[in-house]
């Protein structure tokens, strides 16, 4: 399965810039989606802007990966609380 992740573009020089999320920065190309400015919430998939989108839809996306994260470390929790046993 392949998954971008939205991130907030920060820095931008030529078709290379600097997208953050929760306090984690990455460098990432631009030349697949070179229109994107400053302080547009992007897509970024294997290192590259594949898309922008406004911040709802960013606030939302990340909103279902939180909980989609919070379910797999409660089946985590889970199963080596089982093991443990």
């Known amino acids: 399965m392949c998954l ?3 991130m907030q573009l920060t820095d931008r020089r030529e078709f290379e810039g600097t997208a953050t999320l929760h306090g984690v920065r ?3 190309s631009l030349l697949l989606c070179p229109e994107v400015v400053v302080g547009d919430h992007v ?3 294997a290192g590259f802007v ?3 989108l406004d911040e709802q839809e960013a606030a939302a996306t ?3 990966l939180d909980e989609g994260l919070a379910r797999e470390r409660e089946a985590n929790d889970r199963a080596a609380g089982e093991a443990a046993s």
Do not use: K, N, S
């Open 43 to 45: 897509l970024v998939h």
């Open 50 to 52: 594949i898309g922008r």
């Open 26 to 28: 990455r460098t990432v």
């Open 4 to 6: 971008a992740i939205p």
């Open 62 to 64: 990340l909103a279902l």
